[in-house]
């Protein structure tokens, strides 16, 4: 029995094997390129080892696609034989379960093999990162940040993965409104391991949220080695230096930022995808032409109608179908939305809400009916953050709330919005703050000067 390098007992037997192993951990835990080769690595040379196969499946699962229920199946068919040859830790058998919740439509369940599995060795970094990482998929912030300050303290200095684990614990803190302590977290985790991309991406959210545009273009453009090495989360961490020129209005860089960076790739990654769909909007929003660009998302769209695996995905997908114009693709995604509300499982409950009144407000916002997009945008708001991701990506759908509102001239119900908006931001007063806050003094005066008049 060899120990990981999360300081962990394994099932494994080979010095290779485990260096396959740690190379997944460590890929995982900073979004590395090379994850994917570790983790075939490791499976042709320990074919028993359960948790690996576990680890497959789960990594399926999380990638929100339907097609990837088929190798997540066989994945966890795998890890029960793999079981069934005896010798597996019980960290090794929790993430096995966990893999069988999910598969059953309960990865919330699977977050509690996750913790489970942390109160065997409270520093076991990769099954607080899986904890994480479902959580936030699951709009749980709150729980985010209880997981990882439980579990902080077992770490010091010497652990190897400490820097890592600051960097979880910085996210929660942003999610959770602590930027400030959010900020020093982070940095602090970047100093203990550089290559820490979802550190950088905590801090890089805490300037989002902040308003303090220029020290996340900085942070961004100075810590390269956090994200040059990433999968296609580094298209994400440019996304967020878009949405930081775009506040600034710069929009030059913002367009150059989104053709040769944020979908220089056509990936069909729901994640990369809402990176790309949500950036386009925000431009829409602000009266830029965006060209042709919203053709090749609808048309990866359309093909997703039927998708129904995350609401989050599905709400993306919606937004490029409005924004190209689509009526037709967006009645079957609305139909779709509705049908899988009533599956009765995790992801059917945030189906029904939000993202069913989510999905009819973008559709009616789409089709230029802007009172019934404010009723239905509304009505949702208050549970948007089930729908997970974070604060940042939600508010593209807090965006369009406030929008058509004041498209519609529901303007007090419109501020009120913006300044709770605001005031989750830590008071700060962006430049779509300040912009939809004059519009509603504009019109409120044009309205007092008509009423005047008469």
Same mark, same amino acid.
């Given at each position: 029995?060899?120990?990981?390098?999360?300081?962990?007992?394994?099932?494994?037997?080979?010095?290779?094997?485990?260096?396959?192993?740690?190379?997944? #951990?460590?890929? #995982?835990?900073?979004?590395?390129?090379?994850?994917?080769?570790?983790?075939? &690595?490791?499976?042709?040379?320990?074919?028993?080892?359960?948790?690996?196969?576990?680890?497959?499946?789960?990594?399926?699962?999380?990638?929100?696609?339907?097609?990837?229920?088929?190798?997540?199946?066989?994945?966890?068919?795998?890890?029960?034989?793999?079981?069934?040859?005896?010798?597996?830790?019980?960290?090794?058998?929790?993430?096995?379960?966990?893999?069988?919740?999910?598969?059953?439509?309960?990865?919330?369940?699977?977050? %509690?093999?996750?913790?489970?599995?942390?109160?065997?060795?409270?520093?076991?970094?990769?099954?607080?990162?899986?904890?994480?990482?479902?959580?936030?998929?699951?709009?749980?912030?709150?729980?985010?940040?209880?997981?990882?300050?439980?579990?902080?303290?077992?770490?010091?200095?010497? +652990?190897?993965?400490?820097?890592?684990?600051?960097?979880? +614990?910085?996210?929660?803190?942003?999610?959770?409104?602590?930027?400030?302590?959010?900020?020093?977290?982070?940095?602090?985790?970047?100093?203990?391991?550089?290559?820490?991309?979802?550190?950088?991406?905590?801090?890089?959210?805490?300037?989002?949220?902040?308003?303090?545009?220029? *020290?996340?273009?900085?942070?961004?453009?100075?810590?390269?080695?956090?994200?040059?090495?990433? &999968?296609?989360?580094?298209?994400?961490?440019?996304? +967020?230096?878009?949405?930081?020129?775009?506040?600034?209005?710069?929009?030059?860089?913002?367009?150059?930022?989104?053709?040769?960076?944020?979908?220089?790739?056509?990936?069909?990654?729901? *994640?990369?995808?809402?990176?790309?769909?949500?950036?386009?909007?925000?431009?829409?929003?602000?009266?830029?032409?965006?060209?042709?660009?919203?053709?090749?998302?609808?048309?990866?769209?359309?093909?997703?109608?039927?998708?129904?695996?995350?609401?989050?995905?599905?709400?993306?997908?919606?937004? $490029?179908?409005?924004?190209?114009?689509?009526?037709?693709?967006?009645?079957?995604? &609305?139909?779709?939305?509705?049908?899988?509300?009533?599956?009765?499982?995790?992801?059917?409950? #945030?189906?029904?809400?939000?993202?069913?009144?989510?999905?009819?407000?973008?559709?009616?916002?789409?089709? $230029?009916?802007?009172?019934?997009?404010?009723?239905?945008?509304?009505?949702?708001?208050?549970?948007?953050?089930?729908?997970?991701?974070?604060? %940042?990506?939600?508010?593209?759908?807090?965006?369009?709330?406030?929008?058509?509102?004041?498209? %519609?001239?529901?303007?007090?119900?419109?501020?009120?919005?913006?300044?709770?908006?605001?005031?989750?931001?830590?008071?700060?007063?962006?430049?779509?703050?300040?912009?939809?806050?004059?519009?509603?003094?504009?019109?409120?005066?044009?309205?007092?000067?008509?009423?005047?008049?008469?």
């Amino acid at each position: 029995m060899l120990i990981d390098i999360c300081s962990c007992p394994t099932s494994l037997t080979e010095r290779e094997a485990l260096d396959a192993w740690n190379g997944v #951990v460590l890929g #995982v835990l900073s979004h590395g390129q090379a994850t994917g080769g570790h983790l075939s &690595n490791l499976l042709e040379l320990a074919p028993g080892f359960a948790m690996g196969h576990a680890m497959k499946g789960l990594a399926c699962l999380m990638l929100g696609r339907s097609e990837m229920l088929p190798p997540a199946r066989a994945a966890g068919a795998e890890a029960q034989r793999a079981l069934a040859l005896g010798g597996a830790t019980e960290r090794e058998r929790l993430w096995c379960l966990a893999l069988e919740d999910w598969l059953r439509g309960k990865p919330s369940q699977s977050v %509690a093999r996750m913790e489970a599995a942390l109160r065997i060795d409270p520093a076991d970094t990769i099954s607080m990162k899986l904890s994480h990482g479902i959580r936030f998929m699951l709009g749980d912030h709150h729980g985010m940040l209880r997981s990882i300050g439980r579990v902080l303290g077992a770490y010091d200095q010497t +652990h190897p993965l400490f820097g890592y684990a600051l960097g979880c +614990h910085a996210f929660a803190l942003e999610e959770t409104g602590q930027y400030r302590q959010a900020e020093i977290t982070g940095l602090r985790g970047l100093e203990f391991n550089t290559d820490d991309a979802w550190g950088l991406h905590a801090v890089a959210h805490v300037y989002d949220m902040t308003h303090q545009v220029d *020290r996340g273009i900085d942070l961004i453009e100075s810590n390269a080695n956090a994200w040059g090495h990433c &999968n296609n989360f580094r298209f994400h961490v440019w996304w +967020h230096k878009a949405l930081l020129h775009l506040d600034k209005g710069e929009v030059d860089a913002v367009l150059d930022l989104y053709d040769t960076k944020v979908r220089d790739e056509k990936t069909d990654d729901y *994640r990369d995808f809402s990176n790309a769909s949500s950036l386009l909007m925000r431009l829409e929003l602000e009266g830029v032409d965006v060209g042709a660009r919203w053709v090749e998302l609808a048309e990866l769209a359309e093909s997703r109608t039927d998708d129904g695996s995350l609401t989050f995905a599905d709400l993306h997908y919606m937004l $490029a179908l409005i924004g190209d114009a689509r009526p037709d693709a967006v009645a079957r995604l &609305n139909l779709s939305v509705a049908k899988n509300a009533r599956q009765g499982d995790d992801m059917a409950a #945030v189906m029904h809400r939000p993202g069913m009144a989510t999905a009819q407000g973008l559709a009616a916002f789409g089709d $230029a009916q802007y009172d019934a997009a404010f009723s239905h945008l509304k009505h949702a708001q208050r549970d948007f953050q089930a729908m997970g991701g974070s604060h %940042a990506q939600r508010d593209i759908f807090e965006r369009l709330t406030i929008e058509a509102g004041l498209r %519609a001239g529901r303007l007090a119900e419109s501020e009120m919005l913006i300044r709770a908006r605001s005031a989750l931001r830590d008071g700060a007063a962006d430049a779509f703050t300040e912009t939809r806050l004059a519009e509603i003094a504009r019109l409120n005066a044009l309205a007092t000067s008509s009423t005047a008049a008469e």
